[in-house]
């Protein structure tokens, strides 16, 4: 025997790094979790060659070993034994597994051709609460781009200050920005910046969700060098390339006053978009939405060629000119989901430039979606 843990440390380490790892043509070896059992801890880590994911589990260590393992059947087969004590043991190429009447042997590989995971110097720890974190970055990645050719446009923008962490993200035509309090061992005057993978804002997301925040790992700590950003949540650590390029200047875009400012309830606005929605355009998604100049409402409206046509008038608090802007109802739906405000302030210029939602009281997030111009 090599190693005795429980079922449920196993389910939930294999839980974490196992998300990573998959089919590669090119290098197989990548579809298997590595297990390092060593008197000092047993680790298990995954590799997809941009991101590297740790995750350390308490067991007794009777025999010292590395191997790699089918990370899709080891996790299947684990996560269908009883809630007891799992008892390993190599045997030749085979992984024999034991817990009560359970018993089965899987192949195993060496490790030598497993990807070495990269390691970055400690220094200048920045700290955040993990609950904190997880809400700012869910409230930016859904309006990462999509599209390959501005590759700088395919993370998260993290703007590291003395005192908080400024998250954004944006696809052009829609943008959001959240804030998050932190604390640096050496905070300094000058601003750092550099973009994180969506995929690995996802992976640090589903991470978090995942069993670490039940469990009551309530800070989590950054290190970064010039290539690469390394998160620690108590004993699961991911490493993750950078994105090399310039982040756009996007504070430009982002209007001061708005000429028009209105204060809605967000159900009753999120209902007449819903509403408008079926009778947008195909392709387009576009809604209206008119703030009349004087008139303490908002009217919400569409109109299709082939379906008809919906008019919703709801209650505001409206201040400014009469004025209209014409959006997509997509974008606009994706940012009120992200809102925990009963009330939201839309502010709008013209219908020519980018309007601003942001709950009642500004929580640390601003939503900028553009205009679709006729």
């Known amino acids: 025997m090599i190693l005795s843990t429980l079922k449920e440390n196993l389910k939930l380490g294999l839980s974490i790094v196992s998300h990573i790892a998959g089919k590669n043509v090119n290098l197989p070896i990548l579809s298997n979790v590595m297990m390092s059992v060593k008197k000092e801890g047993v680790k298990l880590i995954a590799t997809n060659l941009e991101i590297g994911i740790t995750h350390k589990i308490r067991g007794k260590v009777e025999e010292q070993d590395d191997f790699t393992i089918d990370s899709k059947v080891f996790s299947d087969y684990i996560n269908l034994l009883p809630n007891k004590k799992v008892n390993l043991k190599k045997e030749g190429d085979d992984l024999k597994i034991e817990c009560e009447n359970y018993k089965?042997?899987?192949?195993?590989?060496?490790?030598?051709?497993?990807?070495?995971?990269?390691?970055?110097?400690?220094?200048?720890?920045?700290?955040?609460?993990?609950?904190?974190?997880?809400?700012?970055?869910?409230?930016?990645?859904?309006?990462?781009?999509n599209n390959e050719s501005r590759v700088e446009l395919s993370g998260v923008f993290f703007n590291f200050t003395a005192d908080k962490l400024i998250l954004a993200a944006t696809d052009s035509y829609r943008l959001a920005e959240s804030q998050v309090a932190i604390k640096q061992e050496k905070p300094n005057d000058n601003e750092q910046k550099v973009i994180v993978p969506a995929r690995t804002i996802q992976e640090l997301i589903r991470i978090i969700s995942g069993g670490i925040e039940e469990g009551g790992a309530d800070q989590i700590d950054f290190y970064i060098n010039e290539s690469q950003i390394l998160f620690i949540i108590d004993s699961t650590e991911l490493i993750s390339r950078l994105i090399e390029g310039q982040y756009p200047d996007y504070k430009q875009i982002i209007p001061q006053t708005g000429?028009?400012?209105?204060?809605?309830?967000?159900?009753?606005?999120?209902?007449?978009?819903?509403?408008?929605?079926?009778?947008?355009?195909?392709?387009?998604?576009?809604?209206?939405?008119?703030?009349?100049?004087?008139?303490?409402?908002?009217?919400?409206?569409?109109?299709?060629?082939?379906?008809?046509?919906?008019i919703t008038e709801i209650e505001a608090d409206t201040k400014g000119m009469d004025n209209g802007i014409i959006v997509n109802y997509q974008y606009v739906l994706d940012g009120l989901n992200n809102m925990e405000s009963d009330k939201i302030k839309?502010?709008?210029?013209?219908?020519?430039?980018?309007?601003?939602?942001?709950?009642?009281?500004?929580?640390?997030?601003?939503?900028?979606?553009?205009?679709?111009?006729?």
């Open 346 to 374: 839309i502010e709008v210029i013209d219908n020519n430039t980018p309007c601003v939602i942001k709950p009642e009281k500004g929580e640390g997030y601003l939503y900028i979606v553009m205009p679709i111009k006729q």
């Open 259 to 310: 000429k028009t400012v209105s204060m809605v309830d967000k159900g009753d606005f999120s209902r007449a978009v819903k509403a408008s929605s079926l009778f947008s355009k195909t392709g387009i998604n576009d809604v209206n939405l008119d703030f009349p100049g004087g008139q303490n409402k908002v009217v919400v409206s569409s109109t299709s060629g082939n379906t008809g046509e919906n």
């Open 104 to 145: 089965t042997k899987i192949h195993t590989q060496s490790s030598e051709d497993f990807p070495l995971i990269p390691k970055i110097e400690k220094v200048n720890k920045i700290t955040t609460k993990t609950k904190d974190l997880k809400k700012a970055l869910s409230r930016v990645v859904f309006a990462v781009s």
